[in-house]
Nanobody, 121 residues
Framework: QVHLVESGGGLVQPGGSLRLSCAAS???????MGWFRQTPGKEREFVAT????????SVGASVKGRFAITRDFASATAYLQMNNLKPEDSAVYYC???????????????WGQGTQVTVSS
């Protein structure tokens, strides 16, 4: 059982930055880590994913060039650096763990509780 806890969300002005963290526990295995986001009434959207080795990443088209995903093996934490934030980035952000490198929600077995990001002036 993988337990994921997100942190780092909050209120930020347009153009600002935030870094989200996702701490994993309850497992000795290495998992692909992903970030997704969801707003009320919409489907959960892929944001970014990072391979087990950390050497391969993928980001969604809407955040490419602004968001980056990294991971730290010592602390079993995945990060989502979000720069040049826009109001449309406002959402609940979820981290998730998958046994395979994928962008599809269905590939992810474990999910965190989510952290709210609000971009507003």
């Amino acid at each position: 059982q993988v337990h994921l806890v997100e942190s780092g969300g909050g209120l930020v002005q347009p153009g600002g930055s935030l870094r989200l963290s996702c701490a994993a526990s309850g497992t000795d295995s290495t998992w692909v880590m992903g970030w997704f986001r969801q707003t009320p009434g919409k489907e959960r959207e892929f944001v970014a994913t990072i391979s087990k080795s950390g050497g391969i990443t993928s980001v969604g088209a809407s955040v490419k060039g602004r968001f980056a995903i990294t991971r730290d093996f010592a602390s079993a934490t995945a990060y989502l650096q979000m720069n040049n934030l826009k109001p449309e980035d406002s959402a609940v952000y979820y981290c998730a763990a998958s046994p395979v490198f994928a962008e599809q929600i269905g590939s992810y077995n474990y999910w965190g509780q989510g952290t709210q990001v609000t971009v507003s002036s």
